[in-house]
């Protein structure tokens, strides 16, 4: 009978020839009490069955990747099988499955298909440590094997702003940081002011094969922050969304007010309404009106609800400075509005901004109306100058003609001469 473990022994019968085995890895003879494939001998038996078939294919395995806590499917196979068997290791090459045996008790991994063909097995609930390389063994002689890489990806924990001052004060400078731990690989960060992205700085730091990515944002507050939400955004490859979180920034700053009024034209008998406008946080408060200096003069006609001062019948007494006054513990502001009251005779008192256009004088159509005139003398002096210019141009050349066609001196002072006598028949009027 022959040994499985590397040493000889010889048949009874001298129709059978004895050779030597290789050694079997320890984990063979922990899953089985018997051969795997019976050979022609007399009671013998054999791990492996040599055929031809089977000795030059290696198994065919693919990479996976997966989740941390979803399942994967590792899948080994060959083109042909001779009854010999497969078997999965995992990275620290501990048998999961020879054929359709389970050799490591974890009940997360079961097997899916054993054939002489194809070994599937599924890992459920994976995580981080589960990743590494595989190898699918085919027992044939030599022993073939294929690697198979499983890649877990970390998914990132819910992202945290933290460094909110609330209220922060106008002036301030404010860090913000945002950070998001457990992804592997390392999570991408980002920054939005409302829905404009802003550049942060980026922090990653190992922790085991997962990672802690941190982002950082600091800047100056002004008012125009109040209000203001800043974002995080977290996006990683096992995320089908990026992960938000959102904080909106509160800013107290000092009031500045503003009065508006009812009327362009005031008129006497006329109802008028002054409101204080206030911007500020916390909102300044209460509005307190006064005239050129001290309280209003008559409280039966100037009315006064919250920010509104309102004078029911306009007359001249009204004439004067009006100031509203408000406050926050931040700082005090005031605004000022002179009140001048007209005639009843006076045209044009109206609430529409746009009447007083109307009733004065159209400036735009009077420059133009300027402008052209301006043109259309310009252009005349030009084209005047320009026939006075060739005119006496021609003047002058008659004068001289004579001189230009003598062939020496003398003949042209003689011609020059004679032109004088005939000048009065060349003299030319100009009206």
């Known amino acids: ?13 001298s129709h059978v020839h004895t050779r030597e085995l290789p050694a079997l890895p320890s984990h063979a003879f922990s899953l089985f ?4 494939a019976p050979v022609e001998q007399l009671g013998g038996c054999s791990w492996f069955k040599d055929t031809s078939g089977s000795q030059g294919q290696f198994p065919i395995t693919q990479n996976v990747t997966v989740v941390e806590g979803g399942t994967a499917n590792m899948t080994c196979r060959v083109d042909y099988n001779d009854n010999t068997s497969l078997q999965w290791s995992n990275p620290a090459q501990q048998t999961l499955f020879f054929g359709n ?13 054993a054939s002489s063909q194809e070994l599937v097995i599924k890992i459920s609930d994976v995580s981080l440590s589960d990743e590494g390389q595989y190898t699918c063994s085919l027992f044939t002689m030599p022993v073939k094997t294929t690697k198979a890489f499983l890649t877990v990806l970390g998914v990132p924990g819910r992202p945290e702003i933290t460094g909110f001052t609330k209220p922060a004060m106008e002036g301030d400078v404010i860090a913000l940081t945002c950070t998001t731990p457990g992804s592997k690989p390392a999570a991408n960060i980002r920054w939005f002011r409302n829905d404009q992205e802003v550049q942060g700085t980026k922090e990653a730091n190992a922790t085991g094969k997962s990672f802690a990515v941190r982002s950082s944002l600091q800047f100056q507050v002004d008012r125009r922050d109040d209000g203001v939400a800043y974002t995080c955004s977290v996006e990683h490859v096992s995320l089908p969304n990026p992960y938000m979180t959102t904080e909106v920034l509160e800013v107290h700053y000092a009031p500045h007010l503003e009065i508006t009024h009812s009327l362009i034209i005031p008129q006497e008998g006329h109802y008028f309404k002054l409101e204080c406008v206030s911007i500020g946080n916390p909102i300044p408060e209460p509005v307190l009106w006064s005239k050129d200096g001290g309280e209003l003069p008559d409280i039966e006609r100037m009315i006064v609800e919250g920010r509104e001062l309102t004078i029911t019948t306009l007359n001249k007494t009204d004439n004067g400075t009006y100031r509203c006054e408000a406050s ?13 009251v007209y005639a009843k005779d006076f045209p044009g ?26 043109f259309i003398t310009l252009c005349l002096i030009i084209v005047l100058g320009r026939y006075l210019a ?15 066609d003598a062939p020496d001196a003398d003949t042209a002072i003689i011609n020059a001469e004679g032109n004088h006598v005939h000048a009065e028949e060349k003299k030319e009027y100009f009206i």
Request: proline share 4%.
């Open 1 to 13: 009978m022959l040994s499985v473990a590397g040493t000889k022994s010889k048949a009874k019968d």
């Open 33 to 36: 009490g018997h051969c795997a």
């Open 101 to 113: 045996k389970k050799a490591l008790r974890d009940h997360r991994i079961e097997l899916v298909l």
């Open 328 to 340: 926050n513990h931040l700082g005090t502001s005031s605004a000022e509005y002179i009140l001048f």
């Open 349 to 374: 008192p109206t609430t529409d901004p746009n009447a007083l256009d109307q009733h004065g004088p159209d400036h735009a159509l009077i420059g133009g109306v300027v402008a052209v005139v301006v």
């Open 390 to 404: 060739r005119h006496k141009g021609t003047y002058l050349t008659h004068e001289a003609k004579g001189a230009e």
